[in-house]
């Protein structure tokens, strides 16, 4: 798979692309306009310049990087040669079964379709196309160049052989893929929104303060950052 679309170039998408893109994939980044994309791109050049003033990556790097960008307000045209999609678009369903109806249309037969949804079922973004065997679950971390873990998240149909290309996609790109099932919240936020709910809770009954809280679950249970400061930041 070398040819790779990501869809959004929000918050994760353009992670997604910059990640896709470091490792020497060809991207088409699919935003519905074209000053959304340029604050992606701008979001990205930007995290290279701090990469490379700490020295991680090369000048070179951050040109070539750049250079497998390409950018498209068109979805039919950003998707036609893809061989593997992900989608990071808004998390809104219906949104999602429009975009994925519209891949299942324009994409390559054996181009496989995954999603960096955070609580939407695979399986059902799944059913909306002709081809729920190649649907999975990519759902990346927040902020993606620097997170290892890809939660690869198997549809009802979803076959072997689509999981095991995109876990070893996600090992090319120096990722620790993970492989959960098609439940609420998967595993990542099934455990983690609880947790913060609990902590908001924890303040607002007056048991600690913020800085009590963060703390107890920083020094208490090794976290390196608290639920409410972890809050804050998502
Ligand atoms: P975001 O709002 O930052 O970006 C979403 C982008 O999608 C926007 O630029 C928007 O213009 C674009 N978009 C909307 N409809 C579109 C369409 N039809 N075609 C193309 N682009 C479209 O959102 P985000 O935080 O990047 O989240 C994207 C996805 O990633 C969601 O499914 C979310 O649940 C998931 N996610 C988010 C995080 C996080 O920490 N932000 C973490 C893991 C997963």
């Known amino acids: 798979m070398k040819n790779i679309t990501v869809i959004g170039a929000g918050t994760m998408g353009n992670g997604i692309a910059h990640t896709f893109a470091q490792f020497g994939y060809k991207v088409n ?10 604050r992606g791109i701008a979001t990205i050049t930007k995290n290279l310049d701090r990469m490379l003033a700490k020295e991680k990556i090369s000048e070179y790097d951050k040109t070539s990087t750049l250079n497998n960008i390409t950018t498209y307000t068109q979805l039919e045209e950003g998707a036609k040669t893809a061989d593997l999609v992900v989608e990071a678009a808004s998390e809104n369903e219906n ?6 109806k519209t891949l299942d249309k324009v994409c390559p037969e054996n181009c496989i379709l995954s999603t960096n949804t955070s609580s939407i079922p695979i399986t059902k973004i799944a059913a909306v196309t002709q081809r729920p065997d190649r649907v999975i679950g990519m759902h990346f971390m927040n902020p993606v160049p620097i997170m290892k873990l890809v939660e690869i998240i198997r549809g009802y149909n979803t076959s072997n052989e689509t999981n095991d290309k995109v876990v070893a996609m996600a090992k090319n790109l120096k990722k620790v ?7 609420p919240g998967f595993v990542a936020n099934r455990i983690l ?3 913060i709910n609990e902590a908001i809770e924890t303040l607002y009954t ?7 809280i963060d703390t ?10 608290g639920p409410l400061q972890l809050a804050d930041f998502i």
Do not use: R, W
């Open 206 to 212: 007056g048991v600690a303060g913020v800085e009590e």
């Open 95 to 100: 949104i999602k079964l429009d975009i994925f």
């Open 216 to 225: 107890v679950m920083k020094l208490g249970m090794a976290h390196p950052m």
């Open 29 to 38: 980044l699919v935003d519905l306009s074209q000053e959304s994309l340029e």
């Open 177 to 183: 893929p993970t492989e959960v099932n098609d439940y």
């Open 193 to 195: 929104m609880p947790m």
